[in-house]
């Protein structure tokens, strides 16, 4: 993937996400839909609350929408698009906007790491054998989880995004995010990059299948 945890191919390169503007529905009692969005990190009590909610993407026209469903009202401090996003950001046990320890509480030390710009960290994690496909790729910045990638040629078991995994075909694909905003060769040999700018995944695709998966907070 054009992603800056290319690490099979020893690269790293741009962020492909910008600031998005998105809707949350049917997230149980007492909240509205939310509009727009707000500055600031998925930090404290709120983020605390849901964190260990799900959700999923729907393609709404050209856009999406992000449905969660929960038990219960929410405090203030939860009403927020960045803490509201993070139910649809979930790859294996890990939550974009989380604390940076989630990772290394759930998967243990690295098994590599690469510096990016800014400060942040990728730590690589190879999830069945070392130095071979699928492997994971948490980016990290101040001490934040900011994006999650796996890439590989078949599913790694526990590590699909919103119905899709590695291996899955590009039929399977458009069946639940449609066509996506831009499609450009990939920095991979005979790989394509389908992004969906503003929100915040993209797909890489080779040979008709799925190859890689990045989701990462708006920016």
């Not at 492909?16 to 727009?36: K, T």
């Not at 906007?97 to 994690?125: C, E, F, M, W």
């Not at 699909?160 to 995994?165: A, E, L, P, R, T």
């Amino acid at each position: 993937m054009r992603a800056d945890e290319r690490f099979a191919a020893g690269r790293l390169s741009r962020s492909i996400f910008a600031a998005a503007v998105f809707v949350l529905v049917g997230m149980g009692s007492g909240l509205e839909p939310v509009h727009s969005q707000t500055a600031g990190g998925a930090t404290g009590s709120g983020a605390d609350k849901v964190r260990d909610l799900r959700g999923e993407w729907l393609r709404v026209g050209p856009g999406f929408v992000c449905k969660v469903s929960g038990d219960g009202k929410l405090p203030p401090e939860a009403i927020r698009p960045d803490i509201l996003m993070m139910p649809c950001l979930h790859m294996g046990p890990l939550v974009v906007g989380d604390d940076a320890q989630t990772a290394t509480k759930a998967l243990g030390a690295p098994h590599r790491t690469l510096s990016q710009p800014n400060g942040a960290v990728a730590s690589i994690y190879f999830l069945e054998s070392m130095d071979h496909f699928p492997y994971l790729v948490v980016t990290v910045s101040k001490n934040r989880i900011v994006a999650l990638q796996v890439t590989g040629l078949v599913a790694a078991k526990g590590y699909s995004f919103n119905h899709v995994d590695l291996g899955m075909t590009t039929a399977e694909l458009l069946k639940y995010f449609g066509q996506p905003n831009h499609l450009e060769p990939s920095s991979e040999k005979d790989t394509d990059l389908w992004s969906y700018n503003p929100w915040p995944f993209s797909f890489e695709v080779k040979g008709g299948r799925v190859t890689s998966i990045r989701i990462a907070e708006r920016k």
